[in-house]
Every structure is written in C-alpha cells, then in structure tokens.
C-alpha cells in the first residue's frame, strides 16, 4: 500500500482500495463501509483490518454520494449532495436518498424545505434516534445547520443551528450519545479542516486534530479508534491522486 505522512496531525495515510475520491464513511458493526461520489451505482466494503469485501451494488443510483448513516432499527442510508452541479442545475439523481432494511431498498426523495440552489448535504448521522442531515450550506447567521428527519425519512422534524465558527457540516458520525462533527468551508478553497464534539444539549466543542482539507467521511470503527477517508483527485484508476484513509486515537 501506499504510505504517506500527513504533517499536520503526524498520522499515516494508507490508499483506500478502489477509490479516486471517497466521500463518506461508515462502521456497520461489521466493517467499514465507504462511498466514492463518482460511484453512483456501488458502495466500496471492507473488513475490520480493511480487506475489500464484495461491493454493494444500488438498484438506483444516487448521484454525488456525500454521506452515509446506520438507519434507524438497522439497515443503511445512502444521502446524495442535493446539490445542483456546476453550472446550476438541478440533478434529481442527488436529490435522492435510499434506505437499505429487511432485506429491500427504498428510495425516496424527501422535502427539505425551501433553501433553493445553496443547499449541499456532506454529513449524515443515526443521532437520538433518528437520522440527521449535516449541511455544508447555506449557512444559517453563520452557523451551520442540523436537519432532523422523520422516521420515513421523507421531511424535516428539526432544524438545528450549529455554531463551528463559520464552517460548514463535511461529515458525522455519533460518538455515544455525541456528535462528532468535521467542519470545513462553505467554498472549496484548500483551508485545513476541524473536528468538533457536539454534546445532546449545548454548544459543540472543537478538538485538538487538525485534518486535512479534503477529509470527506469519519467514523469510530470497532477498536474505538477514529478513522478518516480523504478525497482524492480523478475517475476511474488509476486516480491523479487516489482516495487515502487514516486513522487516530479516539478524541
């Protein structure tokens, strides 16, 4: 594998087999489960010790993959961006999310409210119960914001305001019965990304790591200890830049 040192955190990155730009994580319980947004149609699996296993292949694709959740009661949410592409236009494939359970998939398109072409889903999270959506914008009086849904997965319960000092929501992962949130900037611009605790009650706290500016996804696998991908550069292989992991010392 690929080693490479990351200088801001004095921690190794290791390739992510199979992936050019990794966009979410997920421990199952059983493993690590990744998403690549080039990959509409797949998502990558791996073992404990990050052996590829088979992948799980989608019967619909959600475009732009960007987060990845444990359902509630069990089972698998798959969140594409919501996000219009480049040159402003709506893409319903990434206005999709898909819910694996009792051995189906289902797929709907749920009404997030009225927040017009800003909006950018990149976190998802099983939290109290139910699953929440973390937006990389718009932001809210500078805060970012928490998106409560229904069992259904079909509309918003809650919005949340999270303050992370003018950042955006790149991902989440609970912790107990915490949040941990990676923030990062609204617009691309290479600035270093942050890790956040965000307690049931009151305001997050941010962490000691500094992460680096395309960490995508996270996620406590089962050694306790957190584990980041990083987005790479390219389709297909092989990558500019490929997909690289990391893993640290629970926070």
Same mark, same amino acid.
């Given at each position: 594998?690929?080693?490479l040192l990351l200088?801001?955190?004095g921690?190794a990155?290791?390739?992510v087999?199979g992936?050019c730009?990794?966009?979410?994580?997920l421990?199952?319980?059983?493993?690590?489960?990744?998403?690549d947004?080039e990959?509409? %149609?797949?998502?990558?699996?791996?073992?404990?010790?990050?052996?590829a296993?088979?992948p799980?292949?989608l019967?619909?694709?959600?475009?732009?993959?960007?987060?990845?959740? *444990?359902? &509630?009661?069990?089972?698998?949410?798959?969140?594409?961006?919501h996000?219009?592409?480049?040159?402003?236009?709506p893409?319903?494939?990434?206005?999709?999310?898909?819910?694996?359970?009792?051995?189906?998939?289902v797929?709907v398109?749920p009404?997030?409210?009225?927040f017009?072409?800003?909006l950018n889903i990149?976190g998802?999270?099983?939290w109290q119960?139910a699953?929440?959506?973390?937006?990389r $914008?718009?932001l809210?009086?500078d805060?970012?914001?928490?998106l409560?849904?229904s069992?259904d997965l079909?509309r918003?319960?809650?919005?949340r305001?999270?303050d992370?000092?003018?950042?955006?929501i790149?991902?989440?992962?609970?912790?107990?019965?915490?949040?941990?949130?990676?923030?990062? &900037?609204?617009?691309d $611009?290479g *600035?270093?990304?942050s890790l956040w605790?965000?307690p &049931?009650?009151g305001p997050?706290?941010r962490?000691e790591?500094?992460?680096?500016?395309s960490?995508?996804g996270?996620a406590?696998?089962?050694?306790?200890?957190?584990?980041?991908v990083? %987005?790479? %550069?390219g389709?297909?292989?092989?990558?500019?830049v490929?997909?690289?992991?990391?893993v640290l010392?629970?926070?």
């Amino acid at each position: 594998m690929i080693l490479l040192l990351l200088a801001c955190a004095g921690a190794a990155e290791e390739r992510v087999a199979g992936s050019c730009e990794a966009s979410a994580l997920l421990w199952d319980g059983q493993g690590f489960v990744v998403a690549d947004n080039e990959q509409d %149609d797949r998502l990558l699996r791996f073992g404990p010790d990050w052996a590829a296993r088979a992948p799980e292949v989608l019967p619909e694709p959600i475009e732009d993959i960007e987060a990845l959740a *444990q359902a &509630p009661g069990g089972g698998l949410v798959v969140v594409g961006s919501h996000s219009v592409n480049k040159k402003g236009a709506p893409q319903p494939e990434r206005r999709r999310i898909g819910r694996y359970a009792d051995g189906a998939w289902v797929f709907v398109e749920p009404d997030l409210g009225g927040f017009g072409p800003a909006l950018n889903i990149e976190g998802a999270a099983l939290w109290q119960g139910a699953v929440w959506l973390g937006l990389r $914008g718009p932001l809210s009086d500078d805060k970012a914001q928490l998106l409560r849904l229904s069992e259904d997965l079909s509309r918003v319960t809650e919005t949340r305001l999270v303050d992370l000092g003018g950042l955006g929501i790149r991902a989440l992962s609970p912790q107990g019965d915490n949040l941990l949130v990676i923030a990062g &900037p609204v617009e691309d $611009g290479g *600035q270093a990304h942050s890790l956040w605790r965000m307690p &049931p009650v009151g305001p997050p706290r941010r962490l000691e790591p500094t992460l680096p500016a395309s960490a995508e996804g996270l996620a406590i696998g089962g050694d306790g200890r957190l584990y980041i991908v990083i %987005d790479g %550069d390219g389709k297909g292989e092989p990558c500019a830049v490929p997909s690289r992991r990391q893993v640290l010392p629970a926070p």
